[in-house]
Every structure is written in C-alpha cells, then in structure tokens.
C-alpha cells in the first residue's frame, strides 16, 4: 500500500530530508479544514469547534474544484487531509474523498474521536479512496484523555476507531498536543501509541491560538528536553514534529548518533521521560549504545507556507491554521495561485527573511523555527521563534 505521509521523492541531508519538487510552485502537504463543527469540546481547539456547521461552509462543488485545481498540477500531486472541526459531520465527506482519488490524490481524513467514527464509515472511506486516517490521544488513560477533550468516553471511541481502521486497510496515524500540562504522559503515550500500532505518531507542540491561548505550553528549555527526548523514542515508533521544526536541528546534531538517554546536557524534564521509559521497559533491546539501535527516520523540511497551506471551511488560505494570517480565499481565486503569488507565502519560502535568531541561525533552511509560534508571541509571522533556546554560531 503507498504510504501517503512519504515525500515525493524526497532525499535525506545530515539527517533531514529535502523534497525534490519545488515548494515555491506546489505544495505539498494541503490541510483542508471542511467544517469547524464537531461534538467535542477540546481544551486545545485552534478552531474553537462548535456541534453546529457553519452556513458559509464550502459547497461539495467548491470543494471539488479546488481539488481538480490541486490535481492539475500533475506529479507529484499533493497530499490533501480534510479535516475540521470533524469531517464526519459532512454528509458529502465520502463523496469528496472519492472525487480526490479519482484526481489522483493522495487522500488522508483527521476524524475526530467520537461515535461519529463507525466501523461502516471507516470502511466506507477506503472504499472511496482514502489512505491514512488520524486520530489524536492526548492522555495515556480515559481520565486524561477525557478531561483534554471535555467529554467523557472519547478515550474509549477513540481507540476504538484507531483498531477499527486498521481493520478497514487504512493506515493510522495517532496526533498528541503537547502542552505543560500533558507532557508528563508522553512515555506512557508512546506505550499506548504502539500498542495500537500506529503507523507514525505525530507530535503537536501547543500553540496559543483558539481555546489553547488558555493552556500553558512547554518553556524553551522544557522544548528542548522533549525534543531530545522524540528524537530517542524514534527508533522505537516512527514519528514526526508538528509547530517545533527545531526538531529538524536536533536531528542533525545527532545524527548517526548511538546514545540513548545519556544527555547529561539535557534537563530535569529529560531525565524524567527518559526514567519513565527506563521504569517502563520501553527501551530498545541491547544496550543504550547498541549498534544494533535502529537510526529513526529523517524529519521532512516543510513549514507554514513553506510547502504547507491551509484552507478554512469557508475557504481563507493561510499558511496554517495554527498561523491564521489569511492571503486570499478560494471562492475568489485558485489555491495554486494563492499559494504560489502570496507575499506572506513568498516571505515565508524565503529563509534568509527570516528575523532574531532564526535568521541568523545556521539551521534556518532545514528548521527556520515555527512561524505559527512567532506570530503567535510577536504578532511577526517572520520573527524569532521563543520555544527555541539554541544560539547561533553565526
């Protein structure tokens, strides 16, 4: 089965890998937002869902053009998500999903966890088309898991519908918001993640936008210490970084590297999820410096705007939708051409615009640190990213 989360060809650099499409003219990862409706009450929500769907939403024929405009561009298409709020409240979501692989689309879904997602409807989006589905956990038990969504029995439909995927021959992916609050549950997480045989787990980094601005997110130092701690756990589950590419830097510096949980640069966070895992049994077989230690895979480098777009359920264009900086809307003009003429899109192609420490990093090309997470400080979408503690040689 093709694994619609890999690049287009991509190639791995110190660690990280580059696509070889260009990102100025295409893009590669397209996060369609269908609806902002859904029956959960998230802490976290950039989107701030409601159970009602919006009037102004995108039309099912709306929709289908951007799609046939994202397919005109020919190989290597992009990656197209429809996502929400959660899609399962569109009656037309299977229709569109089978619009998007008849266009030769690669069609991945993020439902979210409730009794909307059923065995028949999983089935039914393979049958259309889709490959990937994503559910996230945001706590390694009900009890958590429940009181970050704010309503009781999400935990259990939500691994339910991991399990139930699997069975429908579609590849899952498990999403985690990672704030103050919930970062001491990533080892136990992990435990669970894999037990469900998640395909890649992909890690959110809180940014303060929507209901998340009342949620504490992770200090610089704390960052660095969890990122520390992904990049050891990557050789037990495949996984990636969303809103912290400084991820990609510490790729790089370890690279090739055989240490596992023996930073003693690193912090009292680090040494708490690393001991979490050592209580846990969840090392790798061997020794921490073992040979025989699988080397995790490469991050991509891709960011808002930088072969990342957003559109909304009333179709703004932005770079994210955890950025909300709109450059355009598709009912007035082609996705293709918002992304490709944009002036924020442009700027934000462009690492040496980048401002602070970010532009004089050596790593701006790789990383060039999380624009949502500037704005969302700065009001720049171009300045320094504060989650960031690293200290540029230049």
Same mark, same amino acid.
Request: charged content about 25%.
């Given at each position: 089965?093709?694994?619609?989360? &890999?690049?287009?060809? $991509?190639?791995?650099?110190?660690? #990280? ?8 003219? %295409? ?9 902002? $409706? ?10 701030? /869902? ?12 709306? #929709?289908?053009? #951007?799609?046939?405009?994202? /397919? /005109? ?25 089978? &619009? ?20 028949? &409807?999983?089935?039914?989006? &393979? ?14 038990? /009900? ?36 704030s103050a609050g919930t970062v001491a549950e990533l080892p136990r997480i992990l435990r669970l993640v894999r037990d469900l045989g998640a395909n890649l787990w992909s890690v959110f980094f809180l940014v303060g936008t929507g209901r998340g601005k009342a949620l504490s997110p992770l200090s610089d130092d704390e960052t660095e210490d969890a990122l520390h701690f992904l990049y050891d ?26 240490e596992f949980g023996d930073r003693s640069d690193r912090g009292d966070l680090y040494r708490r999820l690393i001991g979490a895992l050592v209580d846990a049994a969840e090392l790798p077989a061997g020794s921490a410096t073992s040979p025989e230690r699988p080397q995790p895979r490469p991050p991509l480098a891709v960011g808002d705007g930088r072969g990342v777009v957003f559109v909304s ?35 934000? %192609? ?15 090309? #790789?990383?060039?640190?999380? %624009?949502? %997470? ?21």
């Amino acid at each position: 089965m093709t694994d619609p989360w &890999r690049t287009h060809g $991509a190639r791995a650099t110190a660690g #990280v890998r580059t696509l070889r499409l260009d990102i100025n003219s %295409r893009p590669f990862l397209v996060l369609f937002e269908l609806t902002r $409706a859904c029956d959960l009450a998230c802490r976290h929500c950039r989107a701030e /869902a409601s159970a009602a769907r919006h009037p102004l939403e995108l039309t099912t024929g709306e #929709v289908s053009a #951007v799609l046939a405009d994202l /397919a /005109a561009l020919g190989p290597p298409r992009p990656i197209v998500v429809l996502t929400g709020g959660d899609p399962f409240k569109r009656t037309d979501l299977v229709e569109l999903v089978a &619009r998007g692989s008849e266009l030769g689309l690669a069609m991945a879904v993020s439902p979210s966890g409730t009794l909307l997602a059923t065995r028949d &409807r999983l089935e039914s989006l &393979r049958r259309a088309g889709a490959r990937t589905v994503s559910f996230s956990l945001d706590g390694a038990d /009900a009890e958590s898991h429940d009181a970050f969504r704010r309503v009781e029995g999400s935990f259990d439909w939500t691994t339910k519908a991991c399990r139930e995927a699997q069975d429908a021959g579609l590849r899952l992916q498990v999403n985690t918001t990672v704030s103050a609050g919930t970062v001491a549950e990533l080892p136990r997480i992990l435990r669970l993640v894999r037990d469900l045989g998640a395909n890649l787990w992909s890690v959110f980094f809180l940014v303060g936008t929507g209901r998340g601005k009342a949620l504490s997110p992770l200090s610089d130092d704390e960052t660095e210490d969890a990122l520390h701690f992904l990049y050891d756990v990557s050789a037990l589950q495949p996984l990636k970084t969303t809103e912290a590419p400084q991820y990609r830097r510490v790729v790089a510096e370890r690279a090739g590297s055989q240490e596992f949980g023996d930073r003693s640069d690193r912090g009292d966070l680090y040494r708490r999820l690393i001991g979490a895992l050592v209580d846990a049994a969840e090392l790798p077989a061997g020794s921490a410096t073992s040979p025989e230690r699988p080397q995790p895979r490469p991050p991509l480098a891709v960011g808002d705007g930088r072969g990342v777009v957003f559109v909304s359920h009333t179709g703004d264009v932005s770079p994210s939708g955890f950025l909300p900086l709109v450059v355009g809307n598709v009912r007035e003009s082609p996705l293709t051409t918002i992304y490709r003429e944009s002036r924020l899109f442009r700027e934000l %192609r462009d690492a040496d615009r980048l401002r602070g420490r970010c532009g004089r990093c050596e790593y701006r090309s #790789v990383c060039g640190g999380s %624009r949502a %997470r500037a704005y969302a400080s700065s009001g720049d979408p171009l300045g320094e990213d504060p989650s960031c503690p690293y200290v540029p040689a230049a």
